[in-house]
């Protein structure tokens, strides 16, 4: 492991972990539904050290897991070393307006997808162009708080 990277999968939408490359991670962090009670690891799995979270949401409402998935990464962006990169392991092209925000506070941070066909996760970039007037890193502080104070 070269660098120091965190996944945050909705597993409630991938429900997989195939294709995963375990030994990429640092630390994996599994948002998974109220009822869903069995994660499947594949069967070829990293040997190396790594530390494994699962968040079960509480409740049964529509975005939940997202909306807990997208406060723990809030959360670590403003609690890990600046090094830290996140990998947001979805489907689910909703978390991209919340990555590129991230990305302009000065933070790596991108989604990546399971093509189902192939059976591959692939990198979507982080950065829509309707987000650039964004005040980047060193305008809006770590926390964010001039921007979000306009």
């Known amino acids: ?12 939408n991938i429900g997989t972990l195939e294709n995963v490359m375990l030994s990429r991670y640092e630390r994996l962090i599994l948002f998974t539904g109220s009822q869903q009670e ?6 070829v799995t990293h040997a190396g050290n790594i530390s494994i979270s699962v968040f079960q949401a509480p409740c049964v409402s529509k975005n939940n897991v997202d909306f807990h998935l997208v406060l723990e ?14 990998h947001v392991i979805s489907n689910d092209k909703g978390y991209d307006s919340v990555i590129a925000l991230l990305c302009r506070t000065g933070r790596r941070c991108c989604r990546w997808f399971h093509r189902w066909l192939g059976f591959q ?8 162009s309707h987000l650039s007037a964004l005040p980047r890193h060193s305008d809006a502080g770590r926390s964010g708080r001039r921007y979000l104070q306009n």
């Open 1 to 12: 492991m070269s660098e120091n990277i965190i996944a945050l999968v909705d597993y409630e």
């Open 38 to 43: 069995f994660i499947r690891f594949p069967s």
């Open 73 to 86: 990464l809030g959360r670590l962006s403003v609690t890990a070393p600046e090094d830290t990169m996140f």
């Open 121 to 128: 996760l692939t990198q979507v970039s982080p950065c829509p």
